[in-house]
């Protein structure tokens, strides 16, 4: 699924990693990059436009533990939230936002479009 989102935003070819990390981890990583000390469900970093990233694209950091505390939440399916928690990363590592409004439904759309093309147009979330 990431693979195709990748394709279908033009991405320039490179590595992107995916980590699925627990709480403790991703409570660190938010502290200690963004000085928000508490855990949250998807931190991504990009190096596209990093001089020394070599072929390195980004790195996407997932907390499962959240993902299915959400999911509960929404009544969607574990395994959608990740998958869309994963394609909302991508789409931060490629430049995208979610600022504003209009910038919010943006990014909202891709992301459903992905999830739809990988799990159906019966996606829960």
Known sequence: MLRDALEAERAPGGEMSLFFVGDRTMRRINRDH?????????????????????????????????????????????????????????????GYDHDTPRTRRSMSRREQRYLERHFGAGITC
Do not use: M, N, W
């Not at 469900?41 to 990233?53: A, N, Q």
């Not at 939230?81 to 590592?93: N, P, T, Y």
């Open 34 to 94: 963004r000085g928000v000390d508490s855990t949250t469900d998807v931190l991504s970093f990009s190096y596209i436009d990093e001089p020394h990233s070599g072929e390195v694209l980004g790195e996407i950091f997932v907390s499962p533990e959240v993902a299915k505390r959400q999911a509960v939440d929404t009544g969607c399916r574990v395994a959608e939230e990740i998958a869309r928690l994963s394609v909302h990363g991508l789409l931060h590592v490629l």
